[in-house]
């Protein structure tokens, strides 16, 4: 089964700029990985941020955005608000299997 | 609004079945992809099972032979039939379609 990798701790201050990115055991992702993004914030459930690369459900506030870069799946938070702080995890597909990264926790301070 | 409800977690003996259903309204069931996902306490998200809208189906090597996801049209309901159950089977489980999660139901495993 292929590993799915995170930085596992991120900080950025607020109203900074901040790129999470997803990598690959399997090597190089692309938007054919179908990757998403989830934001978890303690106690809550997960939900999702981005899906399918760059798809934004309706409640994802626009200064997130999803994208691949550098053989990676990235997620870009851009003028970061304390309310974003939270553990953020990718999901990339394999043949229709899932797997998930292990999470960022990414503090806004 | 697109609203699922998970349901049926609980108590159960290593061994045992159980049945999670996820009622879903406002999306429909059949012609979504509506998966699974699992939290273990204190751990990250795992990734379960997908029902596809043209009926194919996946499953985490961790689940594969044990448990059947399936969706019921009439009822517009996911369903995680959970067979052989083990202790590191317990964990919320969450489903949903590729926006939205529910607030999960608790499954836990022990004697």
């Known amino acids: 089964q292929a590993v799915v990798t995170q930085e596992p701790s991120l900080t950025v201050s607020p109203g900074g700029t901040v790129t999470l990115t997803c990598g690959s055991s399997t090597g190089a992702v692309t938007s054919g990985r179908y990757p998403y993004w989830f934001q978890q914030k303690p106690g809550q459930a997960p939900r999702t941020l981005i899906y399918?690369?760059?798809t934004k459900p309706s409640w994802t506030p626009a200064r997130f955005s999803g994208s691949v870069l550098g053989g990676k799946a990235a997620l870009t938070l851009s003028g970061a608000q304390p309310e974003d702080e939270a553990d953020y995890y990718c999901l990339l597909h394999y043949s229709g299997v899932g797997v998930f990264g292990g999470g960022t926790q990414l503090t806004v301070l | 609004e697109v609203q699922v409800v998970e349901s049926g977690g609980g108590l159960i003996q290593p061994g045992g079945s159980l049945r999670l259903s996820c009622a879903a309204s406002g999306l429909t069931v059949r012609s979504d992809f509506m998966s699974w996902v699992r939290q273990a306490p204190g751990k990250g998200l795992e990734w379960v099972s997908i029902?596809?809208?043209?009926?194919?189906?996946k499953y985490a090597d961790s689940v594969k032979g044990r448990f059947t996801i399936s969706r019921d049209e009439s009822r517009n309901t996911l369903y995680l039939q959970m067979n052989s159950l083990r202790v590191d089977d317990t964990a919320v489980y969450y489903c949903g379609n590729r926006e939205v999660r529910g607030q999960g139901t608790l499954v836990t495993v022990s004697s």
């Open positions: 399918d690369t760059n």
């Open positions: 029902s596809f809208p043209d009926g194919n189906i």
